[in-house]
Each structure stands twice: as C-alpha cells, then as structure tokens.
C-alpha cells in the first residue's frame, strides 16, 4: 500500500458563507481559520493551502463578551518616534467591522506566505450583501451553526 499525499492541482474549492451576527469573535475566528486552512477535509496536509473560500457578512454585528468593547486596544507604528495610535475594539468595529474580523483571523493562520494565501480566501463584509452570488450559485451553500 502507499500512502496518497495530495497535489495543489487536486485541490477542489468550495464557497462557504457565515453569518456574524450574534457569534463571539474568537470562536468565530478560529471556525473561519479552520475553514482557509483546511482542516476539516480529509485531504489536509499542512504544507499545501487545501482550504475553502470563507464569506463573512454582518461583520458589524459580531458579539464580544465582558469589556473588550473598551478594554481591547488596536495598535499601529507609524514608525517615527511617538507614532504610536491606539484604538478601542468600539473605535475599531465603528469605523472598519470587518478589520476586526480580518485581525483575529490573521493571528490565527501560519505567519508566511501560506498564511497569506489563505488570508486572500477570506471576504468580509458589513452587511448582509455580498458580490459573491455568482460563485455560490453553482454549488449549495453551507451555512456553519454550532
């Protein structure tokens, strides 16, 4: 017997939707992470990007527990000295809902150009419209609920 390991060119894609609204960013995240990487196929392997395309919409509407609504700070470098800007994950989800979802989810995939392939897989969107219909449509929608 051998042992099949799987080629980029077998790799078959699906669309996955999900729905924010109501669901805890971490948790969330890490089901999204999950999704780009390809865990849940059982071809996996871990130095191929074996995962799905993943839509997110109603990204403003994502929950967070206890005060990370103040608590949880954003950090950017301008690169001067003093360039230091901070945000609230309040500012932050006021002004860009979707960088927050796109933020958790970065922390959570390989930190190389693989991970950066499977960040290119996820589209995050506010509301519940989506310019994805057309690649949806071919195939049935799955709607992850826990």
């Given at each position: 017997?051998?042992?099949?390991?799987?080629?980029?060119?077998?790799?078959?894609?699906?669309?996955?939707?999900?729905?924010?609204?109501?669901?805890?960013?971490?948790?969330?995240?890490?089901r999204?992470?999950?999704?780009?990487?390809?865990?849940?196929?059982?071809?996996?392997?871990?130095?191929?990007?074996?995962?799905?395309?993943?839509?997110?919409?109603?990204?403003?509407?994502?929950?967070?527990?206890g005060?990370?609504?103040?608590?949880?700070?954003?950090?950017?470098?301008?690169?001067?000295?003093?360039?230091?800007?901070?945000?609230?994950?309040?500012?932050?989800?006021?002004?860009?809902?979707?960088?927050?979802?796109?933020?958790?989810?970065?922390?959570?995939?390989?930190?190389?150009?693989l991970?950066?392939?499977?960040?290119?897989?996820?589209?995050?969107?506010?509301g519940?419209?989506?310019?994805h219909?057309?690649?949806?449509?071919?195939?049935?929608?799955?709607?992850?609920?826990?």
């Open positions: 017997m051998r042992t099949h390991t799987v080629r980029a060119s077998e790799v078959q894609r699906r669309w996955v939707v999900i729905d924010a609204s109501g669901e805890t960013l971490g948790r969330l995240a890490s999204i992470a999950q999704t780009l990487k390809g865990k849940h196929k059982p071809i996996y392997s871990p130095h191929l990007d074996v995962g799905d395309f993943v839509i997110v919409i109603n990204a403003e509407k994502v929950r967070v527990t005060k990370k609504l103040e608590d949880k700070m954003y950090y950017r470098h301008s690169g001067y000295p003093g360039g230091l800007k901070t945000q609230s994950l309040r500012q932050v989800l006021g002004k860009h809902p979707t960088r927050v979802i796109e933020h958790a989810v970065k922390g959570m995939l390989p930190h190389n150009a991970g950066k392939a499977m960040l290119c897989k996820l589209k995050v969107y506010a519940a419209t989506h310019p219909e057309a690649q949806i449509r071919g195939q049935e929608t799955l709607e992850e609920k826990d």
